[in-house]
């Protein structure tokens, strides 16, 4: 069983940062493909960024390219987005989900891709 538990929420002006960590249980975190998903009051869960389990490959939605970047630390099981230049419309509840057994290059973009997932955690962007 994985569990992942999110941190780094908060209230944030427009233009302002934020980090979100998700920490991973498990001694194969190595091997666990990992994703970033949010979602906004009314609308539903969207794909914000993923990374492989080899590091090497990163996938971001249009919406956040260039802004947020995801990454990880194997050494502490942990994954990482960090958001800058935030808007009012990032404003939403943000998952991290995890997969195993993918290949090295793979990232999904897709909620029903991923096994495991977080309890979420709010970020408000306002002024």
């Known amino acids: 069983q994985v569990q992942l538990v999110e941190s780094g929420g908060g209230l944030v002006h427009p233009g302002g940062s934020l980090r979100l960590s998700c920490a991973a249980s498990?001694?194969?975190?190595?091997?666990?493909?990992m994703g970033w998903f949010r979602q906004a009051p009314g609308k539903e869960r969207e794909f914000v960024a993923g990374?492989?389990?080899?590091?090497?490959?990163?996938y971001y939605a249009d919406s956040v390219k260039g802004r947020f970047t995801i990454s990880r630390d194997n050494a502490k099981n942990t994954v990482y987005l960090q958001m800058n230049s935030l808007k009012p419309e990032d404003t939403a509840v943000y998952y991290c989900a995890a997969d195993l057994a993918r290949p090295a290059e793979w990232v999904g973009n897709n909620g029903h891709e991923y096994v495991y997932w977080g309890q979420g955690t709010q970020v408000t962007v306002s002024s």
């Open positions: 990374i492989s389990w080899s590091g090497g490959f990163t």
């Open positions: 498990g001694r194969t975190f190595s091997y666990y493909a």
